[in-house]
């Protein structure tokens, strides 16, 4: 790949990539062009590193706006029967319109827990991966599952899950047909404690950590959660997965809300991840993640938009400055997290949950993923990264995902994103004759 030099932004100023890395990043006029540069004036732009969306459901897409007064259980079970009627082309859809939005807001790795296999077609997975190589993002793709029916009391119904024998071959295949380490990396994600047989955590634990693969769950998202596991095991939820072998720095889980002080001691020590998803949290009332809490105890916190069921705008930089307000109304403390807390957690934090120290940087070495703000708008305010924390909502005019531009111009260069948009609508009307 060419060298590009980027140019004279308002924050950090310089920025020379080579190849699929960073190799300097200066004040504005102080990285000198070598020859043969392609050099890219960058002025009232901000450049980040490319954020990082630590949680999704991508097929979502197809429901939302559906069951919006629901809590969390309830959300689901209205909805498992409609997801059960998704075919691969439907998650295909609503995965290249998800991925396309993620990029335009800033977003150069996603990772998307696809749980709901109808008819055991995992197809569905390859899907998922075709539409992120159109967009040109980095995917975490994660194979989620369910075992645990409603006849064996677990919360989804009959048709909607799988058999653990035919789960853990099909993880095996994908991670065969899908995973390259880089831009399609496999993660084994069996959903969550009520969802999910004690056998499958166990053999999905023994599984991932056999191929060196990470490992991702929703825990402790809801008080009814809480109560579920108390009643099922006599434990809390995480107790109960800590015994199944889900801890440690290759587990993150998602939502992470009701962790008392010991557990959120316990998730620091082991380096188990948090994925913090606030707009879909205060969506379905689930309450506010002690993310100040969970940082100062060493946990990796990163940012999820969640399913676009639960968030029905399903881009990431909203959830950066929602996760700002959300922290300083749980705290009731204005000094308790500021707008540099809100960008590490949709950058460094969530590659940190990722286990990518190459991600969510922006310095010499780190991976050349970065997002282009323009902020021609924000000129009265002297601290561009406070204008963009704090100021409207945007689209990036840039994306680079490792060297490679997917965005310019604020259009996709993969993706016809209107023409996506109407085969999405088309789909979704289908769910509602």
């Known amino acids: 790949m060419t060298a590009t030099l980027f140019r004279g932004s308002r924050w950090p100023g310089d920025v020379r990539i080579d190849g699929s890395t960073i190799a300097a990043v200066g004040p504005a006029g102080t990285i000198e062009p070598q020859r043969g540069d392609v050099i890219v004036d960058c002025t009232d732009q901000v450049i980040t590193a490319g954020f990082v969306n630590t949680h999704h459901h991508l097929y979502q897409w197809m429901t939302r706006g559906w069951a919006t007064g629901c809590d969390l259980f309830t959300w689901l079970t209205t909805l498992y029967p409609i997801w059960g009627r998704l075919s691969v082309e439907d998650v295909h859809a609503a995965a290249l319109v998800g991925l396309s939005e993620l990029a335009l807001s800033g977003c150069t790795t996603a990772s998307d827990h696809h749980y709901l296999v109808p008819h055991g077609d995992d197809a569905v997975f390859d899907a998922v991966v075709e539409a992120a190589r159109a967009v040109g993002i980095r995917l975490y793709l994660s194979r989620g599952s369910m075992d645990l029916s409603e006849k064996d009391g677990g919360l989804p119904p009959d048709h909607v899950v799988e058999d653990r024998d035919a789960i853990l071959a099909s993880t095996e295949a994908v991670i065969a047909r899908h995973h390259d380490g880089d831009l399609v990396n496999v993660v084994v994600a069996p959903c969550s404690p009520f969802s999910v047989s004690e056998g499958l955590m166990r053999d999905a634990a023994d599984l991932a950590r056999r191929h060196g693969l990470r490992m991702h769950t929703h825990l402790a998202e809801t008080q009814e959660e809480n109560e579920h596991c108390l009643e099922r095991f006599g434990r ?32 620091g020590a082991a380096g188990t991840g948090v994925a913090h998803c606030p707009s879909s949290n205060a969506r379905l009332a689930a309450g506010m993640c002690r993310v100040s809490d969970l940082r100062a105890a060493g946990v990796p916190v990163g940012l999820g938009v969640d399913g676009v069921a639960s968030n029905e705008i399903g881009a990431l930089f909203p959830e950066v400055r929602q996760a700002l307000f959300t922290a300083r109304l749980r705290t009731l403390d ?28 922006l310095r010499p070495g780190a991976a050349a993923d970065l997002a282009f703000w323009p902020v021609e708008d924000l000129a009265d305010i002297a601290d561009a990264l406070v204008g963009l924390v704090f100021g409207p909502d945007r689209r990036v005019d840039r994306l680079v995902v490792r060297g490679r531009t997917v965005v310019e111009g604020a259009a996709l260069r993969g993706v016809d994103l209107a023409g996506a948009r109407r085969d999405l609508a088309r789909r979704t009307k289908r769910l509602h004759d």
């Open 334 to 361: 204005a000094t308790s997290f500021d707008h540099l807390d809100a960008l590490s957690l949709a950058t460094q934090g969530g590659a940190d949950c990722l286990g990518r120290a190459d991600l969510g940087r």
């Open 236 to 267: 809390r939820p995480l107790e109960v997965i800590e015994d199944w072998g889900w801890s440690g720095r290759d587990v993150w889980v998602a939502h992470g809300i009701w962790f008392d002080d010991d557990e959120i001691a316990r998730l």
